[in-house]
């Protein structure tokens, strides 16, 4: 690549999805894979390639959000980061960014911020080709799978996958034919699942080069989970011990203790003890421990997962929540150390039931070290007033192949 192909280039990387199927609660492009978003990883790797130009495209009313989001990254490049508000399709997204692009670009790549991972390579060698064929290009791997074409539910037989390939993105074209061919697109209303078909429909040529296993896209909670294991497997993270914090406070129930409604603690249940509020059980000791796993893995915290957008957890106990949780750390290929607690609360009388309460945590671990102290705060604040608990808790995880 030379410095003067690279003046007319830009990449729209289109950020408007809102991402239910990721079930976050939140746009796609602003949730976390370690301790950085998507949208973050995404246009870190489009500055690497050094194009003149980034527009983000963002879901209409976030674009104050991914101006905060983006504003570290965007500090550190020589080249104009720009945020447009998207549209209520895709097409029309893509539209909206092509609009924004400065006169002097030639040569437009249209990204999708879910493919986050894709390396600054990929997205170079897209742009070369187009510039060295004038065609548009897209990355594509080889489909691995037997497939399958059916009607209804009967199978009707096998295709043939030697001509089939997985498209990725970022996806490269002479910039002023991909206009006109949206423009056709528009002018006949007709829609396009991505900007290649768009691009072949008024006539274009599009080519292929190899893509990268890498440029995955981020659609569900697996996908996410795949993408934090690719993240955690590579660099420093892949030797270095990681450790993380987790706080939580939940009120006690106002009231007299009810035995049907009994204070869950520490996956322990504390008859006559007024139960903790709380969209599941309230179990502070729990969701303390939870918050520290997932920070230590990079994996969001514990509203990401377990909070109101995900009904299925409503009133659940804090041992779903470990259970879920190990299961977590553990596809995102670490293993725990151990976990420190510390409770503070007046009541319940934690001492009396310290290895009970630690034997129950470890077994909801899979057997993971876990040790409680609990303390008061001689008479002061919320818990010294016994009006509720505040738990502390600090995991120490490992790379489980080190």
Avoid at 53 to 73: D, K, N, R, S
Avoid at 133 to 146: A, E, K
Avoid at 237 to 259: L, Q
Avoid at 263 to 278: N, Y
């Amino acid at each position: 690549m030379t410095e003067n192909a690279s003046l007319s280039r830009a990449i729209i990387i289109v950020a408007a999805g809102s991402g239910t199927r990721l079930g976050a609660g939140q746009p796609k492009a602003l949730v976390r894979i370690d301790t950085h978003s998507i949208v973050q990883h995404a246009l870190r790797g489009a500055v690497q390639a050094r194009p003149s130009h980034v527009i983000i495209v963002a879901p209409p009313g976030y674009e104050e959000a991914m101006h905060t989001e983006i504003a570290a990254l965007s500090a550190g490049t020589d080249h104009p980061v720009r945020i447009v508000a998207g549209g209520d399709t895709r097409p029309r997204s893509v539209q909206a960014g092509l609009h924004a692009l400065p006169p002097e670009v030639r040569t437009v790549l249209i990204h999708d911020a879910a493919r986050a991972l894709t390396p600054p390579e990929q997205i170079n060698a897209v742009a070369e080709t187009v510039e060295a064929t004038n065609d548009g290009v897209i990355p594509t791997l080889p489909v691995v799978d037997t497939l399958q074409q059916i009607s209804g539910e009967y199978v009707r037989g096998p295709i043939d996958r030697e001509t089939l390939v997985a498209a990725q993105t970022p996806q490269g074209f002479p910039r002023h034919q991909l206009e006109r061919a949206y423009a056709n697109a528009a002018e006949q209303q007709r829609e396009y699942t991505d900007d290649a078909a768009v691009y072949a429909a008024s006539g274009g040529t599009v080519r292929h080069i190899p893509g990268s296993p890498r440029a995955m896209k981020i659609t569900t909670p697996d996908d996410l989970h795949r993408a934090r294991h690719l993240l955690a497997s590579t660099g420093a993270a892949a030797v270095i011990p990681r450790v993380g914090i987790g706080t939580d406070v939940h009120a006690f129930e106002p009231g007299e203790p009810s035995p049907a409604h009994p204070l869950r603690l520490a996956c322990l249940e504390w008859p006559g003890e007024p139960a903790l509020s709380g969209h599941s059980d309230g179990d502070a000791v729990a969701h303390a421990i939870v918050d520290a796993l997932l920070s230590a893995a990079g994996l969001g915290d514990i509203g990401e997962h377990f909070g109101t957008a995900h009904p299925e957890y409503a009133g659940a106990h804090g041992d779903v929540f470990l259970q879920r949780t190990h299961r977590l750390v553990t596809e995102a290929g670490f293993t725990i150390g151990n976990i420190a607690v510390q409770f503070q609360s007046n009541r319940p009388r934690f001492s009396r039931r310290r290895h009970e309460a630690e034997a129950a945590l470890s077994a909801a671990l899979e057997g993971a070290s876990v040790t409680v102290s609990a303390t008061t705060t001689d008479g002061l604040g919320f818990t010294g007033r016994a009006q509720g608990i505040s738990v502390t808790a600090i995991a120490l995880l490992y790379r489980a192949d080190t």
